[in-house]
């Protein structure tokens, strides 16, 4: 039951909050007031939805009331199910992103998300959207929703709300797969109907056999392989030892050659000396004493050196001595020239000096009263430029003409001394630049004399290093001499030296080549080598490449011809395996298929059968409600009939006919909200809630009374809770629950005012 409804922002409402109870609760109004908008709300709160919406006649940024000062809409729905209170809350935002919570007390349960919550309130309520707004909520105007619809969508729909469309789409959906299946049969029958299965197997057999045979030959040519191998191996290392073998004997020639070249060339170096060992003896003894000299003559060559270097060295720093000299008689002589040049000048520099300083003090008074006249002036002209009738200075009357004619001669003799003073400046300037080159001149002067006197005489010194260089350089040429001669002493005996040295270690060399030469010979004999036996095994081994390279070839075409016959092999029993499991899935689709007719069978029966029981129920519920909401007797009851193609309402007069052809609108109505009435009770029992939105459309003055006494009266004992949304004044008395008047001033786009009046 639904205790509690508040609205921020909904629709019209600004701030509205209603309290409903068990029973016939009662909305009336002025059309466009705001009460359909309240039902509206509870139906959002429920699911997230309402019929406009769902229709797309209305966004949900749209639901926010037009003069709200705050951007958002808000709904709460107060509930009681099995026992418990529940309240559902929603909010809607400008952008039209919306959040939900629902708790049951105080205790939230879920939340924010709205998907969430519609979920927990279908599973708590066991109803969704479509079940409320076909069974429970009729719409305005929209009682008879079910008599509007074509004979195809009506069975749809109607289906839809009893829950048996799913049969409908399970025996459709089986009834494509069993067609699949028998199409299926009917493609692999006919590949079956093609296939020669005795033959294929034949083949597998024969192609079993050469396999067999070719596993056999590659056996054979593996082990002729391994042998060849085997054989290939033992004679490579054979020419691999004798070409090492000829490797080393060629060596040993070439070095016999070499040597026997060398021998030869000795032969001749060494004609001279006899191989006596007292010649021998006498050469190198004559070597020895060679070797003394030239110790000594190398000890005098390095004491010679040593004077010589000695005697440079003196003689560099005499030399760079005479040099600063030579630079300074030579500065000294440039620095006399300059002063008698300026000493000339002394006398008559001094005397401009002094004549300059004189001039410089001149000029400078006469700034100072330039300067001072020019203030005087500018003073009297500032005076004269003011309007004043006597002389600034003699105090006498000054007509206007004689003011500004002293003004001008004033002003005039200012530019004048103005242009003095500059002039002075400049010259001022001029005679102090030249006074500083005067005095420049006459400081270099000074700086002169100091330097002559610094360098003194040099002359002397001169002399003294001069004499000096001379004798050092007649002792050094006499050393020079005498290394010369050394030193081509010390040549003379290194060729001697070198000669003689040769000579014996050409001999002892002479000596040796014959011991190698006796090795060597003696080595050849030992290594045996025969070229004719290389070329006899290398013959050999290139007969048993070829051999094993044949092989190889054979054993690759053995692999590949094995190859080939088992993909051929591997081919035809895929084949068969495909036959013989098309011929086994042939019979288990068959078998399938039966099945599947069993089962569609089965649905077809129960969808029949349960389409039956539900329509008894809910006829069972319509003769009961009939006699309460119909107040005549012409028609004695109404019921909901069904065949293979479409639902038909009809009523009982002398017999059964459709409410479609014999009806007037308020008949049509109330056989309408019979069937309405009957939904509600038979497919949401648990909830026993019922929605009428002007259902006094179409229905006359004793129809609308009879309703209105069925809703006050006799609804309540089958319905535990309705709500009526209705204009129609004689419908305000029948609520048993609460009753509430919703006007609004929709000129002046006013919020929905509600107020209760019962």
Same mark, same amino acid.
């Given at each position: 039951?639904?205790?509690?409804v508040?609205?921020?922002?909904?629709?019209?409402?600004?701030?509205?909050?209603?309290?409903?109870?068990?029973?016939?609760?009662?909305l009336?109004g002025?059309?466009?007031?705001?009460?359909?908008s309240?039902?509206?709300?509870i139906?959002?709160?429920?699911?997230?939805?309402?019929?406009?919406h769902?229709?797309?006649?209305?966004?949900?940024?749209d639901?926010?009331?037009?003069?709200?000062t705050?951007?958002e809409?808000?709904?709460?729905?107060?509930?009681?199910?099995?026992?418990?209170?529940?309240?559902?809350?929603?909010?809607?935002?400008?952008?039209?992103?919306?959040?939900?919570?629902i708790?049951?007390?105080d205790?939230l349960?879920?939340?924010?998300?709205?998907?969430r919550?519609?979920?927990?309130?279908?599973?708590?309520?066991?109803?969704?959207?479509?079940?409320?707004t076909?069974?429970i909520?009729?719409?305005q105007?929209?009682?008879d929703y079910?008599? +509007?619809?074509?004979r195809?969508?009506?069975?749809?729909?109607?289906?839809?709300?009893?829950?048996?469309?799913k049969?409908?789409?399970?025996?459709?959906?089986?009834?494509?797969?069993? +067609?699949?299946?028998r199409?299926?049969?009917?493609?692999?029958?006919?590949?079956?109907?093609?296939?020669?299965?005795?033959?294929l197997?034949?083949?597998?057999?024969?192609?079993?056999?050469?396999?067999?045979?070719?596993?056999?030959?590659k056996?054979?040519?593996?082990?002729?392989i391994?042998s060849?191998?085997?054989?290939i191996?033992?004679?490579?290392?054979?020419?691999? +030892?004798?070409?090492?073998?000829k490797?080393?004997?060629k060596?040993?020639?070439?070095?016999?050659?070499?040597?026997?070249?060398?021998?030869?060339?000795?032969?001749?170096?060494?004609k001279?000396?006899?191989s006596?060992?007292?010649?021998?003896?006498?050469?190198?003894?004559q070597?020895?004493?060679?070797?003394?000299?030239?110790? @000594?003559?190398?000890?005098?060559?390095k004491?010679?050196?040593?004077?010589?270097?000695?005697?440079?060295?003196?003689l560099?720093?005499?030399?760079?001595?005479?040099?600063?000299?030579?630079k300074?008689?030579?500065?000294?002589?440039?620095?006399?020239?300059?002063?008698?040049?300026?000493?000339?000048?002394?006398?008559?520099?001094?005397?401009?000096?002094?004549?300059?300083?004189?001039?410089?003090?001149?000029l400078?008074?006469?700034i100072?009263?330039?300067?001072?006249? =020019?203030k005087?002036?500018?003073?009297?002209?500032?005076?004269?430029?003011?309007?004043?009738?006597?002389c600034?200075?003699?105090?006498?009357?000054?007509?206007?003409?004689? @003011?500004?004619?002293?003004?001008?001669?004033?002003?005039?003799?200012?530019q004048?001394?103005?242009?003095?003073?500059?002039?002075?400046?400049?010259?001022?300037?001029?005679?102090?630049?030249?006074?500083?080159?005067?005095?420049k001149?006459?400081?270099?002067?000074?700086?002169?004399?100091?330097?002559?006197?610094?360098?003194?005489?040099v002359?002397?010194?001169?002399?003294?290093?001069?004499?000096?260089?001379?004798?050092?350089?007649?002792?050094?040429?006499?050393?020079?001499?005498?290394?010369?001669?050394?030193?081509?002493?010390?040549?003379?005996?290194?060729?001697?030296?070198k000669?003689l040295?040769?000579?014996?270690n050409?001999?002892?060399?002479?000596?040796?080549?014959d011991?190698?030469l006796?090795? %060597?010979?003696?080595?050849?004999?030992?290594?045996?080598?025969?070229?004719?036996?290389?070329?006899e095994k290398?013959t050999?081994?290139?007969?048993?490449? =070829?051999?094993?390279?044949?092989?190889?070839?054979?054993?690759?075409?053995?692999?590949?011809?094995?190859?080939?016959?088992?993909?051929?092999?591997? %081919?035809?029993?895929?084949?068969?395996?495909?036959?013989?499991?098309?011929?086994?899935?042939?019979?288990r689709?068959?078998? %399938?298929?039966?099945k599947?007719?069993?089962?569609?069978?089965?649905?077809?029966?129960?969808?029949?059968?349960?389409?039956?029981?539900?329509?008894?129920a809910i006829?069972?519920?319509?003769?009961?409600?009939?006699?309460?909401?119909?107040?005549?007797?012409?028609?004695?009851?109404?019921?909901?009939?069904?065949d293979?193609?479409?639902?038909t309402?009809?009523?009982?007069?002398?017999?059964?006919?459709?409410?479609?052809?014999?009806?007037?609108?308020?008949?049509?109505?109330?056989?309408?909200?019979?069937?309405?009435?009957?939904f509600? @009770?038979?497919?949401?029992?648990?909830?026993?809630?019922?929605?009428?939105?002007?259902?006094t459309?179409?229905?006359?003055?004793?129809?609308v009374?009879?309703?209105?006494?069925?809703l006050?009266?006799?609804?309540?004992?089958?319905?535990d809770?309705?709500?009526? =949304?209705?204009?129609?004044?004689?419908?305000?008395?029948?609520?048993?629950?609460?009753?509430?008047?919703?006007?609004?001033?929709?000129?002046?786009?006013?919020?929905?005012?509600?107020?209760?009046?019962?």
């Amino acid at each position: 039951m639904i205790t509690q409804v508040s609205l921020k922002n909904w629709r019209s409402h600004e701030n509205t909050s209603l309290d409903f109870g068990e029973g016939t609760n009662i909305l009336i109004g002025m059309m466009g007031g705001g009460k359909s908008s309240i039902i509206d709300a509870i139906c959002y709160a429920f699911f997230g939805d309402f019929p406009a919406h769902r229709q797309k006649k209305l966004e949900l940024s749209d639901i926010i009331f037009n003069n709200a000062t705050e951007k958002e809409a808000g709904i709460q729905v107060k509930f009681i199910s099995n026992g418990s209170e529940y309240t559902i809350i929603r909010r809607i935002k400008t952008n039209g992103n919306a959040e939900a919570e629902i708790r049951r007390g105080d205790k939230l349960i879920d939340g924010p998300q709205p998907k969430r919550v519609n979920e927990y309130i279908q599973n708590l309520l066991k109803v969704d959207y479509d079940l409320f707004t076909r069974a429970i909520y009729s719409e305005q105007n929209s009682i008879d929703y079910f008599l +509007t619809l074509g004979r195809g969508d009506r069975k749809k729909q109607i289906d839809e709300l009893l829950g048996i469309n799913k049969f409908e789409k399970a025996r459709a959906n089986l009834t494509t797969i069993i +067609t699949t299946l028998r199409n299926t049969v009917r493609e692999k029958e006919l590949l079956l109907k093609g296939a020669d299965i005795k033959k294929l197997e034949e083949e597998i057999s024969k192609i079993h056999s050469e396999l067999s045979k070719l596993e056999d030959e590659k056996t054979t040519l593996s082990k002729q392989i391994s042998s060849s191998e085997e054989k290939i191996l033992s004679l490579e290392k054979e020419v691999s +030892t004798l070409l090492t073998k000829k490797t080393s004997f060629k060596n040993l020639e070439k070095e016999k050659a070499a040597l026997e070249h060398r021998k030869e060339s000795l032969k001749t170096l060494t004609k001279g000396i006899s191989s006596s060992e007292d010649e021998l003896k006498a050469k190198e003894s004559q070597l020895n004493e060679i070797i003394n000299s030239y110790s @000594r003559l190398s000890s005098n060559f390095k004491t010679l050196d040593s004077q010589l270097l000695a005697l440079n060295k003196e003689l560099g720093t005499l030399n760079r001595k005479k040099e600063e000299i030579e630079k300074k008689l030579q500065e000294k002589q440039t620095l006399e020239n300059e002063k008698r040049k300026i000493g000339k000048q002394l006398s008559n520099l001094q005397a401009e000096i002094s004549s300059k300083n004189t001039l410089l003090d001149s000029l400078k008074s006469r700034i100072a009263n330039n300067e001072s006249h =020019i203030k005087e002036l500018k003073l009297l002209i500032e005076e004269l430029n003011k309007e004043i009738s006597s002389c600034p200075i003699c105090e006498t009357t000054l007509p206007e003409e004689k @003011r500004k004619q002293l003004k001008e001669k004033r002003e005039h003799e200012h530019q004048e001394e103005l242009n003095s003073s500059k002039t002075l400046r400049e010259n001022l300037e001029q005679e102090k630049k030249s006074l500083l080159e005067l005095e420049k001149s006459l400081r270099n002067l000074e700086r002169i004399e100091n330097d002559l006197a610094k360098i003194g005489n040099v002359a002397d010194d001169l002399n003294e290093i001069s004499s000096k260089h001379s004798s050092l350089n007649t002792t050094l040429s006499r050393a020079t001499s005498e290394k010369e001669e050394v030193q081509n002493s010390i040549k003379a005996m290194e060729k001697s030296e070198k000669e003689l040295r040769d000579l014996l270690n050409n001999f002892k060399e002479f000596s040796e080549l014959d011991k190698k030469l006796s090795a %060597l010979a003696i080595s050849l004999e030992e290594l045996k080598f025969s070229e004719s036996d290389l070329d006899e095994k290398k013959t050999s081994l290139e007969k048993l490449r =070829i051999e094993f390279s044949t092989l190889n070839a054979n054993l690759a075409g053995t692999l590949k011809n094995k190859e080939k016959t088992t993909e051929i092999l591997s %081919l035809k029993e895929g084949q068969l395996k495909n036959y013989l499991d098309y011929g086994k899935e042939v019979q288990r689709i068959k078998q %399938l298929t039966e099945k599947l007719l069993i089962f569609q069978n089965s649905i077809v029966e129960t969808q029949r059968i349960l389409r039956e029981e539900l329509i008894q129920a809910i006829n069972e519920e319509m003769s009961t409600i009939w006699r309460v909401i119909y107040p005549y007797a012409d028609y004695k009851g109404a019921r909901l009939n069904a065949d293979e193609n479409d639902y038909t309402l009809e009523l009982l007069s002398d017999a059964w006919r459709q409410v479609e052809g014999i009806a007037s609108g308020g008949e049509r109505a109330c056989a309408c909200l019979s069937l309405r009435i009957a939904f509600a @009770r038979v497919l949401v029992p648990n909830l026993s809630w019922l929605i009428l939105d002007e259902p006094t459309h179409n229905l006359d003055e004793e129809a609308v009374k009879g309703l209105g006494k069925a809703l006050y009266e006799d609804i309540p004992k089958i319905v535990d809770q309705t709500f009526v =949304i209705t204009h129609d004044e004689n419908l305000k008395d029948v609520g048993n629950a609460r009753i509430y008047r919703v006007e609004r001033n929709k000129e002046q786009q006013e919020p929905s005012r509600v107020e209760p009046i019962y």
